[in-house]
C-alpha cells in the first residue's frame, strides 16, 4: 500500500499522530472539536466553515508525493460550497500539487480533484453532503489519469488530469486548501494517503473492512473432513522406474476413524 500517512484523528489533544512507520504529525489549529463521534471510534470534527480551522502538517516532504497517490478518508458534511478535504499545492502559479474536494465542480457534494494541472469533478450525478458517513478516495495514476470513489464504488468514468507533480515546499492541511481558501465543515475520520494507485479492488476491500468488518472477516463453513493423496505402487516392486504408479486417498472425517483406503 506504500502509505505516506495515516492519521486516525481520535487524540483528545495534543498532535494529530500518524500511524505510519513515517511520523507525519499534524497540527490542529482553530475551534476544531477533538474525539468527537467518528466513524470509527473517535474522529475529528469541523464545527463551522472557517479557514481558521484545520490540521497542518507544514512542509513534510513525504507528502509531496509524485508519479501516483492514493487518499482515503471517512468524510460525513452536510454542508454545501467547495470543501477541501486534503491539500498540499504550491501557493501561487503554476500551482503543482494536489486537492481532494467536496463541490468545486458540479454543484455541491459533487466529487472533485485538483492534480496541479486543472480542476475536474466526478462525471456522476451522485453527492456526498447528505449528512452520511462515506468513504471518498481518489485514485491518480502514474498515467495521468484518476479514479474517484465512494463507498468502495469508482464515482463516474476515469478522468484525465496529467502527471502529478508536486512543489516541494507546500504545505499540507486537512479541512482547507494551501491557498487559504474551501474550508471543510463536518466530521472526518480515518485520513491516509499512499504512494501507489491503488486497485479497484483494493478499494472496494478497504471500505467493506470499514464499512462491514463483520462480514468482510466472517469465517466460512469448518471444514469436517481432510483428503490426505499419495502414490503407491501396485505390482509389489521398490524400484522407482515409473511404472505401474496408482494414486490412492484416504479421507479422515474430523472425530470418527478413517475410511477406507480407495
Known amino acids: 500500500d506504500g502509505y505516506a500517512g495515516v492519521w486516525h484523528l481520535g487524540e483528545t ?22 474525539a ?23 512542509t513534510n516532504t513525504l507528502l509531496g508525493i509524485t508519479g501516483q497517490m492514493t487518499i482515503q478518508a471517512w468524510v460525513r458534511t452536510s454542508a454545501g460550497g467547495s470543501q477541501s ?35 475536474v469533478g466526478s462525471s456522476s450525478s451522485r453527492t456526498y453532503n ?19 470513489y465512494a463507498d468502495g464504488v469508482q464515482d463516474g468514468n476515469m478522468l484525465s488530469e496529467g502527471l ?21 465543515t463536518g466530521d472526518m475520520d480515518e485520513v ?27 469465517p466460512g463453513p469448518v471444514q469436517t473432513q481432510i483428503t490426505t493423496f499419495w502414490y503407491v505402487k501396485t505390482d509389489g516392486n521398490d524400484s522407482a522406474d515409473g511404472t505401474n504408479w496408482a494414486t490412492a486417498f484416504q479421507t479422515i472425517r474430523l472425530g470418527s476413524s478413517p475410511d477406507a483406503y480407495s
Not at 489533544?13 to 507525519?24: I, R
Not at 491503488?198 to 467493506?208: D, R
Open 85 to 119: 478535504i486534503m491539500a498540499r499545492f504550491r501557493n501561487g502559479a503554476p500551482w503543482e500539487g494536489y486537492d481532494f474536494n467536496l463541490g468545486q465542480n458540479g454543484g455541491a457534494g459533487k466529487l472533485s480533484y485538483w492534480g496541479g494541472t486543472v480542476w
Open 164 to 184: 502529478l507533480n508536486v512543489y516541494p515546499g507546500a504545505t499540507a492541511y486537512l479541512g482547507r486548501c494551501s491557498d487559504v481558501q474551501r474550508p471543510f
Open 130 to 148: 447528505d449528512g452520511v458517513w462515506h468513504l471518498l478516495g481518489v485514485v491518480h495514476q502514474a498515467d495521468g489519469n484518476f479514479r474517484l
Open 13 to 34: 489533544a495534543g498532535a494529530v499522530l500518524d500511524s505510519s512507520s513515517n511520523g507525519v504529525t499534524g497540527s490542529a489549529s482553530g475551534g476544531l472539536v477533538r
Open 192 to 218: 491516509r494517503i499512499s504512494r501507489a494507485a491503488c486497485s479497484s479492488n483494493w478499494m472496494w476491500a478497504a471500505w467493506m473492512n470499514m464499512a462491514s468488518n463483520s462480514a468482510f472477516g466472517t
Open 36 to 58: 468527537s463521534s467518528g466513524y470509527i471510534g473517535r474522529g475529528l470534527q469541523w464545527p463551522s466553515s472557517t479557514v481558521n480551522d484545520y490540521v497542518i502538517y507544514n
